[in-house]
């Protein structure tokens, strides 16, 4: 699987107002360790949501997430499309999904997070999206459609949360 990456300017509301799975912090620096939030704000039309999905894309390694009182946590691992350095080690393989089991009523919020290095080859502006399927007793919400090149993000249902990869080491968001 190859990084899922486009341009800034393509993709800058991927996350915004309109998607219902958002991640907290919408920027990263390459190289850095992210800690990622996704936040789920709502159910599925009234039903509680039973279980999220996050997908790890190509370049997120080293992923390890949070556990969450009262869900069941587990993650799918497989090979990575190239390896990566990982302080000295090489990885070749590694968390590709998480997945947390358990109960959120429509009427609450919450967050799902997790920790990752952002060790892939992106350039100033790239995006990196984590496509996130959230399910319910009698549906999905599904938070995985990412913007073709040149596709207004605001014209999808359902985008993907998306993370804009910054390079300059000086710009981290504090």
Known sequence: MKPIVISTALALGATGALAHATLETQSAVAGSTYKGVMRIGHGCDGEATLRVDIH???????????????????????????????YGDTLTEGVKTLTWEGSLDDAHYDEFTFRAKLAGDWSEGDMVFFPTLQTCANGTAEWMTIPAAGQDPHDLNGPAPGLKIKTDHSAHDH
Do not use: F
């Open 56 to 86: 790890i894309p190509e370049g997120v390694i080293a992923v390890k997430p949070m556990p969450k009182p009262g869900w069941t946590l587990t993650s799918t691992t497989g090979t990575y499309d190239q390896s990566y350095d990982h």
